[in-house]
């Protein structure tokens, strides 16, 4: 874990958005496989820039990411594995963030901040979206970064 000064944004490790809910069958995996990995990139590039904190590369850390995925199905929802990647990097926190569809017009994007050394939430939130398309899901990733971004989020 990193030691934070007052201007030292906490290390975080943002994990790949993931999809849960109905999934709308195998036509349309490769347009969620694609759109997930749009949402995470979106989702580290507007942290980033949002300087909240200091967004990690997880690269380091992929075979492990890769050995708990195959052992668990979501890793929001894995007991806390995801801390085991939080450490492994050094971080301070890990956020976990993922979509459940009801519909292909009705969707939650979700979100929990882990704190590392704790493994405690310390956010979690969701905001409904509508439509199961690339404008919508970058329309709620950018909200959720806003809205981060207004309540201080650390």
């Excluded at 958005?17 to 759109?35: F, I, K, M, Q, W």
């Excluded at 949002?50 to 894995?78: E, K, M, N, P």
């Excluded at 439509?131 to 950018?142: E, Q, S």
């Amino acid at each position: 874990m990193t030691m934070q000064g007052a201007d030292t944004p906490p290390q975080l490790v943002v994990l790949d958005v993931e999809l849960t809910g109905d999934l709308g069958g195998p036509l349309l995996s490769a347009e969620h496989e694609a759109r997930l990995e749009m949402a995470s990139a979106r989702l580290r590039d507007d942290l980033t820039k949002s300087g909240l904190y200091h967004v990690l590369d997880v690269t380091r850390a992929q075979d492990s990411i890769d050995r708990l995925r195959a052992q668990h199905r979501y890793l929001h929802d894995c007991g806390g594995c995801d801390l085991d990647i939080g450490r492994e990097l050094g971080a301070d926190r890990v956020l976990v963030t993922w979509v459940y569809r009801v519909s292909g017009l009705i969707l939650t994007l979700t979100y929990e901040m882990h704190d590392v050394s704790s493994g405690q939430i310390t956010s979690r939130k969701s905001f409904d979206f509508r439509g199961d398309n690339d404008r919508a899901w970058t329309h709620a990733i950018d909200y959720m970064v806003r809205d981060m971004k207004s309540q201080g989020a650390k």
